[in-house]
């Protein structure tokens, strides 16, 4: 079946550090890949998105690349800030009108 | 701006008293969704409309219902609320066609207390 496959959190990390959080999933045909981003209180916003493999999605200095051989969607930020702090969802849409979403990971950046 | 809109931001009801959380857009979209989403946990499917045709997840329990009455309103009905529905409530909206090359658009939810 479609899964997806998130690091467990929380992340807690410096102002200005180096951000990853893992995502893998499982799907059958070519699904796309979204990273969502959730702040306090609110709904979920699109952060970033990829429909085919080896794209590049980017947003806000975050980015993430849809690797088919490794089946993953990192999301990487090369300098964090305290604005950041916020739960980030890892999805996928595989071709159906479904998202399924991982179990979301919690970032805290202290100043 | 298109978007979607949900009121209320915080609804505070009895238990057991019927309420209703609305969800609109602007965006045109044919699908709409109510998700729910309890503390640190991940949104739950409750629902889906694909334009009119209503699709319900088998888990999801009876005491939730929806309405759609046309393309850019969606209510959530929750008929007798227990002390373990107080959540989130997420409406999220899709364009149903060219499947994958767009997200999904979400409001920013309803946040559910039962006294």
């Known amino acids: 079946g479609n899964s997806v496959t998130q690091m467990e959190g929380p992340v807690t990390l410096s102002e200005e550090a180096f951000l990853t959080i893992n995502c893998t999933y499982t799907a059958t045909g070519y699904p796309s890949l979204f990273w969502y981003v959730q702040y306090p209180g609110e709904g979920l916003q699109l952060l970033l998105k990829a429909t085919k493999a080896d794209d590049k999605g980017s947003n806000k200095g975050f980015e993430a690349t849809y690797r088919k051989e490794t089946t993953s969607f990192h999301l990487e930020k090369g300098s964090v800030q305290v604005s950041d702090s916020a739960v980030y969802f890892c999805?996928?849409?595989?071709?159906?009108?479904?998202?399924?979403f991982g179990t979301g990971t919690r970032l805290q950046v202290f100043p | 701006d298109a978007m979607v809109i949900q009121n209320p931001r915080y609804q505070v009801t009895q238990f057991g008293k019927p309420v209703t959380l609305s969800c609109s857009q602007t965006l045109n979209h044919n699908v709409m969704y109510w998700y729910q989403q309890k503390s640190s946990q991940a949104p739950k499917l409750l629902f889906h409309?694909?334009?009119?045709?209503?699709?319900n997840e088998a888990d999801t329990p009876d005491n939730f219902q929806s309405r759609r009455p046309n393309t850019s309103f969606c209510f959530l009905d929750i008929r007798s609320p227990g002390l373990g529905d107080a959540a989130m409530y997420l409406c999220?909206?899709?364009?149903?066609?060219?499947?994958?090359?767009?997200?999904?658009?979400f409001g920013s939810g309803t946040r559910l207390t039962v006294v």
């Open positions: 999805a996928l849409l595989p071709g159906t009108d479904k998202l399924i």
């Open positions: 999220a909206t899709h364009k149903g066609a060219a499947l994958g090359d767009y997200g999904y658009t």
């Open positions: 409309y694909y334009d009119k045709d209503f699709n």
